[in-house]
């Protein structure tokens, strides 16, 4: 299990973008029986609720959510450029203006709040991973959970 969840983390896409849709759409075409599966991403995506619910009723969806400390703080460094991965699109910010740091952590808790908003209502069980910590204990603490509520 810690080898396909180390080789998911550590791929590298050929694309761009996220989109959560089509990719449960793909899973829901493929899979016929019911299964496990995993859905790893950022979350950083637009309406995956209906689809996520529909492929939680087909099968056993668990969500690895990934976090990155750098999108959650943004660092008091002076003016930095920042370049949107899936688009391109490259702003210069202002990292030392108190403004600007406090609502990008803001908007960083808003972004999780609604993930977890869905996760919750479409009744999807998370696994939260961050980059600058081990993933070992947050599955173990994931599957020690479920044994005791399917126990």
Avoid: C, W
């Avoid at 759409?25 to 996520?52: C, Q, W």
């Avoid at 991965?85 to 609502?103: C, F, M, P, Q």
């Amino acid at each position: 299990m810690l080898r396909v969840i180390r080789e998911v983390l550590y791929f590298e896409p050929k694309g761009v973008g996220t989109n959560i849709p089509g990719a449960l759409h793909f899973m829901n075409g493929v899979l016929k029986r019911r299964a496990v599966t995993f859905l790893v991403s950022d979350f950083m995506a637009n309406d995956y609720e209906i689809p996520l619910r529909i492929a939680n009723r087909r099968h056993d969806v668990i969500a690895v959510t990934v976090t990155d400390p750098r999108e959650e703080e943004l660092p008091n460094v002076g003016l930095i450029s920042l370049r949107d991965a899936e688009t391109g699109r490259e702003i210069l910010v202002n990292s030392s203006d108190t403004k600007v740091r406090s609502d990008y952590a803001k908007a960083a808790i808003e972004r999780a709040k609604q993930r977890d908003q869905i996760l919750q209502r479409t009744r999807v069980d998370a696994i939260r991973v961050r980059t600058d910590r081990s993933y070992v204990e947050e599955i173990y603490r994931f599957f020690r959970m479920r044994e005791r509520r399917y126990a």
